[in-house]
C-alpha cells in the first residue's frame, strides 16, 4: 500500500491517539521494518507513524527497586549503560551479540521485542529478568496502560498479544537480588552479526553450591522465545553437580521443539541447547558470569 500520511508525534499521548484512529505503520529504528518492507514480507498502513521524536519513551532507570528501560532505547545505549553493566550484566552481554554497531546504533528494544522473532537476541535476558512490557493505548480521552509478562507476550512467529492501536512503551523488571548471576550464550558462523541459530540465558542465585531461583530461557528453538520451566525445575535448589547438568542438558534437549530451514537442522538446534547449558552451567558453578 502507498504511505499517504506520514506524522511524527513527540508524546505517547499523541502516538496512541494517531493509533487509535485507524491502521498505521510504527517506525523507530527501521532495522526490522526496511528489510521486511523492501523484501515484501510486510506491507506499510497507509499512515507511517515516526515515534523517534517521543524523549518521555526513552532512557534507563530504576527507582523503588524497578528498572524502566524505555522502549526506544537503542541497543547501543544498553551496551554502554553503567548501570546496567553493574547491576545486570546479562543484558549487556546479548547487547555485544546483537548484530553491527551501526545496527545497535539504531535498533531499539520495543522494535526487537515487537518484531517477535523467535531468535530475538535481547529477548533471552529479560525474560531471566520475568520481565513485564508496558503496553499503551488511547480509551475514553485518557493514555490506559497494562503490563504483560514477557513470558506470555509472543504468540507465534512475529505474533505477539498486543491489540490493534497499542504501543510498547517500556519494560520494566524488579532489580536482581543479591547474590542473582546470568549467562548469554548465541549460536552463529558470525554471533554478532548473525541471526541465532540458538540463543540461550541461565541465571539463579548460587548459595554453597546450590542453585536458586534457577531461570532459563532459549531462542530460536520454538515457534516463540521461551522460557524452559521443566529445566528449570530439574535444577531449582539442587546441588550444582555434574550429575546434576546432565539431568538438565537432557532434560532441555526434551523441552524445546526447533525446526529444520536453511541455518540449522532441528536436530543440531536441540543439541546445540544441551550442549549450551551444560557450558552455561558449567560458568554458573565456576563464578565465571559478568556479575
Known amino acids: 500500500m502507498k504511505i499517504e500520511t506520514y506524522k511524527v508525534p513527540s508524546t505517547i499521548a499523541g502516538a496512541v491517539q494517531l493509533l487509535h484512529h485507524g491502521e498505521a505503520t510504527i517506525v523507530a529504528g527501521g532495522t526490522d521494518l526496511t528489510p521486511q518492507t523492501g523484501a515484501g514480507v510486510r506491507e506499510f498502513a497507509a499512515t507511517l507513524i515516526n515515534i523517534q521524536r517521543i524523549e518521555e519513551m526513552r532512557g534507563i532507570a530504576v527507582s523503588n527497586g524497578r528498572y524502566r528501560i524505555g ?58 529478568l520475568d520481565a513485564e512490557a508496558e503496553l499503551a493505548s488511547w480509551s475514553d480521552g485518557l493514555v490506559v496502560t497494562r503490563a504483560v509478562a514477557l513470558a506470555d507476550f509472543f504468540t507465534g512467529p512475529g505474533k505477539t498479544v498486543m491489540r490493534a492501536g497499542e504501543l510498547l512503551t517500556a519494560i520494566e523488571f524488579t532489580r536482581p537480588e543479591a547474590g542473582f548471576a546470568a549467562v548469554f550464550l548465541k549460536s552463529g558462523p558470525r554471533p554478532a552479526l548473525e541471526i541465532s541459530t540458538v540463543s540461550m540465558g541461565v ?32 535444577l531449582e535448589g539442587n546441588a550444582l553437580d555434574g550429575a546434576l547438568i546432565e ?45
Open 203 to 234: 541465571a539463579g542465585v548460587m548459595a554453597d553450591g546450590v542453585l536458586h531461583a534457577a531461570r532459563v530461557s532459549i531462542g530460536a528453538v520454538a515457534p516463540t522465545p521461551l522460557r524452559a520451566t521443566e529445566t528449570e525445575a530439574v
Open 247 to 291: 539431568r538438565a542438558a537432557e532434560t532441555v534437549s526434551r523441552e524445546v521443539s526447533p525446526i529444520d530451514d536453511v541455518r540449522a537442522s532441528a536436530w543440531y538446534r536441540r543439541h546445540l541447547a544441551g550442549v549450551y547449558i551444560r557450558r552455561a552451567l558449567a560458568r554458573l558453578q565456576g563464578g565465571n558470569h559478568g556479575n
Open 71 to 128: 522502549g526506544l532505547t537503542t541497543v547501543t545505549e544498553i551496551l554502554e549503560s553503567e548501570l546496567l553493566a553493574a547491576e545486570v550484566p546479562v543484558l549487556v552481554e546479548a547487547a555485544d551479540h546483537f548484530a553491527s554497531p551501526q545496527i545497535r546504533n539504531a535498533a531499539t528494544l520495543a522494535g526487537n521485542l515487537c518484531n517477535a522473532s523467535p531468535a530475538g537476541d535481547m529477548v533471552i535476558p529479560l525474560l531471566l
